[in-house]
């Protein structure tokens, strides 16, 4: 697979070393400093690649998928908070190629988030559990809640009519954990999920951009997991 990542922070460090583990040809590793408003994403720069992984700012994100899409690359997106941007973004993929944008490529927290919609459901009609989502992640993270946060809860609430409150903590170089509660009177049930690793995402994300490779349209992990292996 040819890929281009665009990216050069510690997302961006690790999917370009995942690829090259796979076998992959990296093409181009765009970073921010050369790379202003899309700019270094150049038919000429991005010639012969087959997909773009890209992990960057919620600010950058929405101009380099437009410059990729527009140049027919198939994206692989992992940015989180710029949700507004994505109607307009997935516009651009339905006529111009792929884009894949998923909040968290771990395959288990999707995993989770199967199971939170079944419990959720179950105590739609139990009012007396109330529920309760807290995530933490590192300091430096931009976005609160996160992306998967939102994902989770808004889960709960399409398929179970269920509000679920949500608790952000921000500290120290937690990759990432969320863990969703239902408590009740006498009892509680928990779901967690905890990141060990950042590498669990850069593995997802090629993954996912291996599958995305000759598709169009628009897609999420859900897809990839799915289609594992058609």
């Given amino acids: 697979m040819r890929a281009v990542v665009v990216g050069t922070g510690r997302m961006g460090t690790l999917v370009k070393a995942e690829l090259e583990a796979r076998g992959h040809d990296v093409l181009a590793w765009v970073g921010e400093a050369d790379n202003p408003d899309g700019a270094a994403l150049t038919l000429e720069r991005l010639a012969g690649a087959e997909v773009a992984i890209e992990f960057t700012t919620p600010a950058a ?74 995530e933490v992640h590192h300091s430096a993270k931009l ?24 608790t952000s903590i921000r500290t120290g170089k937690v990759p990432g954990t969320h863990t969703l509660s239902f408590e009740g009177p006498h009892e509680s049930v928990t779901l967690a999920h905890t990141v060990r690793d950042r590498a669990v995402f850069a593995a997802g994300a090629v993954m996912a951009a291996e599958w995305l490779r000759g598709r169009h349209g628009v897609f999420g992990l859900d897809d990839v997991l799915a289609g594992r292996g058609q």
Avoid: K
Avoid at 103 to 124: D, E, K, P
Avoid at 143 to 165: C, K, M, N, Q, Y
């Fill in 61 to 134: 994100a929405p101009r380099n998928i437009e410059r990729l899409l527009e140049a027919g690359v198939a994206v692989v997106s992992g940015t989180t908070g710029c949700d507004p941007a994505l109607p307009h973004l997935e516009h651009l993929a339905r006529q111009h190629g792929a884009l894949l944008h998923a909040t968290n490529f771990s395959v288990g927290l999707h995993l989770m988030r199967r199971a939170a919609v079944i419990l959720a459901r179950g105590f739609a009609a139990h009012p007396d559990f109330e529920p309760h989502l807290v």
């Fill in 143 to 166: 976005d609160a809640p996160s992306g998967t946060a939102l994902t989770l809860a808004r889960a709960v609430h399409e398929e179970a009519g269920i509000e679920v409150p949500i």
